[in-house]
């Protein structure tokens, strides 16, 4: 079992900065990939970044050179750095992580981005 914890989201105008953090606990030593995912009002959940075990990151084309995941292996923690926000990264955000044939998801963080 893994348990995800999420914490950093609330309200920013647009153009403004939120991380975002992902702390682990549990079989941690058995995840692969970490992600963040982000679910707006009447849309699926899509993917916004990963990072994997070995530190190869990618990120969705919307928040390219905007967002920038890591993590801190010491602390089990994943970020989510957001910069330049918009008002269309209006969502819920949701903690990822993958192991071989299971996967985890936190409770979610909202973040509001007021235009």
């Known amino acids: 079992q893994v348990q995800l914890v999420e914490s950093g989201g609330g309200l920013v105008q647009a153009g403004g900065s939120l991380r975002l953090s992902c702390v682990a606990s549990g079989r941690i030593f058995s995840i692969n990939v970490r992600g963040w995912y982000r679910q707006a009002p009447g849309k699926q959940r899509e993917l916004v970044a990963t990072?994997?075990?070995?530190?190869?990151?990618n990120y969705a084309d919307s928040v390219k050179g905007r967002f920038t995941i890591s993590r801190d292996n010491a602390k089990n923690t994943v970020y989510l750095q957001m910069n330049s926000l918009k008002p269309e990264d209006t969502a819920v955000y949701y903690c990822?992580?993958?192991?071989?044939?299971?996967?985890?998801w936190g409770q979610g963080t909202q973040v509001t981005v007021s235009s």
């Open positions: 990072i994997t075990s070995g530190g190869s990151t």
């Open positions: 990822n992580a993958r192991l071989v044939g299971l996967e985890y």
